[in-house]
């Protein structure tokens, strides 16, 4: 299982690369495997302020729907147009094509309530 180091992570199975007060938000590859084989990714919320926990998008896999859910609060500045056509990049490059947004963070002492690679490991066991 990959999990890189380098990234932070939620209790709801997405990542986050922090890169000043921008972060980019995904779905680990432990939750792309859990969800199987996604077909459909939809966010209509660029350009929108969104708090903390607040969804975002959906994600829809051959079995199930599951929610996006922010995981600190801010705007969220760009979506992933290239899994409109393509929402199998999710699976196949969880950490790098198959990025989901990038928020504008209002508050980057929210990225410390974030999960280190360890603490997520330990989560999913």
Known sequence: MNIPENLKYTKDHEWILVEGD?????????????????VFVEIETEGEDLDKEEVFGTIEAVKTV????????????EVNDDLED??????????EGGWMVKIQAEDVAEF???LTAEQYKELIG
């Open 66 to 77: 599951s929610d996006l859910y922010m995981p600190v609060k801010g705007k969220v500045l």
């Open 86 to 95: 393509q929402p199998e990049l999710v699976n196949k490059e969880p950490y």
């Open 112 to 114: 410390d309530a974030l």
């Open 22 to 38: 921008v972060v980019t938000v995904g779905i680990t590859e432990f939750a792309q495997g859990e969800l199987g084989d996604i």
